[in-house]
T-cell receptor, first 112, second 114 residues
Framework: GQQVMQIPQYQHVQEGEDFTTYCNSSTTLSNIQWYKQRPGGHPVFLIQLVKSGEVKKQKRLTFQFGEAKKNSSLHITATQTTDVGTYFCASLGSSNTGKLIFGQGTTLQVKP | KAGVTQTPRYLIKTRGQQVTLSCSPISGHRSVSWYQQTPGQGLQFLFEYFSETQRNKGNFPGRFSGRQFSNSRSEMNVSTLELGDSALYLC?????????????FGPGTRLTVL
């Protein structure tokens, strides 16, 4: 079945350092959504990208959708302890059937 | 608006039993999706209901079933529980008119099977 691969699985950074997580697919994706799950919490929607090469920013977070719509990235500038959590990408895949396929997630730890 | 609510929040069952989980979506949302979250498999799509009809289904055995009521509330049932069914079960609601609608997740039901 369709898969969305996300790397790295874990990332430990010092507060103030940057952080990036990547999602990759072997097939063209119709869209990419990004979610954040705090420890003990539930996924919370961050953003959706649908256009080839799209870049969106939310304060210190920058989201990109690749030109071929097969990859995406989330970059956090100058991490803070409030950024701690697991970041998931998710996509409807190429068939756009309505099944949301999630990446495995990247767990971010920030050392103060 | 009130968020997505799920009951119960925690559940302990033994192998062979069955369980029913409930999800109340955000008011006005007609789509409810269910996901299983485990440390090893991550977030996996179970099924989606829209206007009382199952619109999409993931790759789970028939022991996992669901339904949606006319008020959009949804229930998920797992029969003949196995140890591997221990997981956080999340439901998410959305307006449901567009496949790309934002999913709003509930707090989840933590199921432990002994």
């Amino acid at each position: 079945g369709q898969q969305v691969m996300q790397i790295p699985q874990y990332q430990h950074v010092q507060e103030g350092e940057d952080f990036t997580t990547y999602c990759n697919s072997s097939t063209t994706l119709s869209n990419i959504q990004w979610y954040k799950q705090r420890p003990g919490g539930h996924p919370v929607f961050l953003i959706q990208l649908v256009k080839s090469g799209e870049v969106k920013k939310q304060k210190r977070l920058t989201f990109q959708f690749g030109e071929a719509k097969k990859n995406s990235s989330l970059h956090i500038t100058a991490t803070q302890t409030t950024d701690v959590g697991t970041y998931f990408c998710a996509s409807l895949g190429s068939s756009n059937t309505g099944k949301l396929i999630f990446g495995q997630g990247t767990t971010l730890q920030v050392k103060p | 608006k009130a968020g997505v609510t799920q009951t119960p929040r925690y559940l302990i069952k033994t192998r062979g039993q069955q369980v029913t989980l409930s999800c109340s979506p955000i008011s006005g949302h007609r789509s409810v999706s269910w996901y299983q979250q485990t440390p090893g498999q991550g977030l996996q799509f179970l099924f989606e209901y829209f206007s009382e009809t199952q619109r999409n289904k993931g790759n789970f055995p028939g022991r996992f079933s669901g339904r949606q009521f006319s008020n959009s509330r949804s229930e998920m049932n797992v029969s003949t529980l196995e140890l591997g069914d221990s997981a956080l079960y999340l439901c998410a609601s959305s307006p449901g008119l567009l496949l790309t609608d934002t999913q709003y997740f509930g707090p989840g039901t933590r199921l432990t099977v002994l």
